[in-house]
């Protein structure tokens, strides 16, 4: 009888086991969920996992990086939304109010006011910019730029916070984030060091980034310029947050620019409109200036369906094809309009 009792009491505990595995697996959030809902249901279910919110997909890739399966991630933006305007919407209050940790850009990216109210309102919220030196912040018009992710050293930097705060939120795992976290780097080096190469392979007078907006102001920092010659290397029509509204007067810089430094090819983004771009090609062609627009667009906030890491070596595939060969149509026929 005794006997029976155990064999039972080792049934009902495998089946228990089986159920609980089966169970554990499939809440698992997957990377880049198709649907939002489901994604969300999925990861206000996961279990035995850190529930993480990160506030745009380029967060949400280094972090999911750092955390591997102890952590379930989800954005709170989706891959092709304009991260300076973001206003709260249906599902977000959830994401965030489930979360154990959030992490945020930080220098003012997130400035609508329902996102500081949100961000105000959860107890752990970690700004991933923070250890940037404050001398590496580059200021425009007196305020912070937001666009860290463009200089991939700089980005590096972010692994330290989001290591420390998965530790903190989860000791028992500190060992493997402190590893996977020095992998990260590792791997941002390499990339760091193949978009330099990259960008030096263009003669030095061609190394000029004309944009949508001021998303790239610390890739020509890093990558373009020499010590500092920066602000000549790049210029965008609109300033840190794009907005529906061009004025003229900065058409016209950018016109004044493209002529005066011979460029002739400039860049459209992802998730903004061609058409003011457009206006600079037509009137850099009615002064003579023979300028075109690049047939593939840079990731300038956004970055679609891939990785971090796929986003900056598009961005730098298509500035090193566009600028290198922009004498020899032929040498770039896919990629030139
Ligand atoms: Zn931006």
Redesign the pocket.
């Given at each position: 009888m005794a006997t029976l009792r155990k064999l039972l009491v080792v049934c009902f505990g495998l089946i228990f086991a089986s159920c609980f595995t089966f169970f554990f697996t499939s809440c698992a959030v997957k990377k880049g969920g198709e649907n939002g809902e489901d994604e969300l249901s999925r990861w206000m279910k996961s279990f035995g996992q850190v529930k993480v919110c990160a506030t745009t997909p380029l967060i949400a890739d280094t972090v999911r990086q750092i955390g591997g399966d102890h952590i379930s991630v989800i954005s709170l933006m989706g891959p092709d939304i304009d991260p300076?305007s973001y206003e709260i919407v249906k599902g977000d209050h959830d994401k965030i109010s489930h979360a154990d940790l959030v992490f945020a850009n930080g220098l003012s990216l997130e400035h609508s006011r329902s996102m500081q109210r949100v961000l105000g309102e959860h107890k752990n919220v970690v700004f991933v910019s923070e250890r940037i030196p404050n001398n590496e912040i580059i200021i425009v018009d007196g305020s912070p730029d937001p666009?860290i992710w463009m200089d991939v050293e700089l980005w590096s930097l972010t692994t330290f916070p989001i290591q420390a705060a998965l530790s903190k939120i989860d000791p028992k795992n500190a060992e493997l984030y402190r590893e996977r976290a020095e992998a990260v780097r590792v791997k941002y080096k390499l990339i760091n060091e193949e978009i330099k190469a990259r960008m030096q392979s263009i003669p030095a007078a061609r190394r000029r980034l004309v944009t949508s907006?001021d998303?790239f102001n610390y890739f020509a920092k890093q990558y373009l310029a020499k010590e500092g010659e920066w602000k000549s290397r790049v210029i965008a029509i609109q300033g840190?947050?794009?907005e529906e509204q061009i004025s003229s007067s900065e058409i016209k810089r950018v016109v004044d620019y493209v002529i005066n430094y011979n460029v002739k090819v400039i860049f459209a983004e992802k998730n903004l409109s061609r058409d003011s771009l457009l206006k600079v090609v037509d009137a850099c062609r009615r002064s003579g200036q023979y300028v075109a627009l690049a047939k593939e667009e840079l990731f300038?906030?956004t970055m679609g369906k891939g990785s971090y890491i796929e986003m900056m070596e598009h961005n730098a595939k298509v500035i090193e094809l566009n600028l290198k060969y922009e004498d020899d149509p032929k040498a770039r026929p896919q990629i030139y309009s």
């Open positions: 300076h666009h907006h998303a840190l947050a794009p300038g906030d």
